[in-house]
């Protein structure tokens, strides 16, 4: 599919400049082929974890000889289409990343999770059902992710990861795990 390749070899997730990159990759004219991406994107039979699983079955064989596969984890918010929020999972490669799996909310409403830290525990074993079964997956994300419950789910799911946490979460953590105590 020259969508996929069109979001690989364009750097950029705009419609349009993906329409222009499959066209280009397909020889024909970029306003078919956004019409073309439009009607895959608003099919209701198209199947997001399908899209996912073509993504990650394209890319893997090529971190075949990588030793480790670094997945960021991160939520992004954009401040020009206020009240959207998105968390996303990215191969690391290099300062960029290959976009894997997305879920988008309005700020505060995480569409039947009852909280942030549930929707983000949902995420994670979501993508983890997508990919392959693979010990070299490191789950890496930002202080945002620093707590303790998720350190111990992480841990219990047997999922490596590395998460930047301020001292007194690293303090807490590491008392939880070493006193049976809950945080």
């Excluded at 879920?103 to 569409?111: E, T």
């Excluded at 909280?115 to 997508?130: A, K, P």
Aim: aromatic share 12%.
């Amino acid at each position: 599919m020259f969508f996929v390749d069109a979001v690989l070899t364009s750097h950029n997730v705009c419609l349009a400049e993906i329409a222009r990159q499959a066209a280009s990759l397909s020889g024909g004219r970029m306003h078919y082929a956004l019409k073309r991406l439009w009607r895959f994107l608003h099919n209701p039979r198209m199947d997001d974890d399908a899209v996912v699983q073509g993504l990650i079955s394209w890319v893997w064989p090529r971190l075949q000889h990588w030793k480790y596969v670094p997945i960021s984890i991160d939520w992004t918010h954009n401040e020009s289409r206020y009240p959207w929020t998105t968390i996303a999972a990215s191969i690391i490669l290099g300062r960029r990343g290959i976009p894997l799996m997305m879920w988008s909310y309005r700020k505060g409403q995480y569409d039947g999770h009852l909280s942030r830290n549930h929707c983000e525990q949902d995420f994670i074993r979501h993508l983890r059902q997508l990919l392959p079964k693979d010990d070299r997956i490191i789950l890496i994300a930002d202080r945002g992710f620093a707590r303790v419950s998720l350190f111990q789910w992480l841990i219990k799911e047997n999922i490596p990861f590395i998460i930047r946490a301020p001292r007194s979460t690293q303090e807490r953590f590491m008392g939880s795990q070493l006193y049976g105590a809950r945080s």
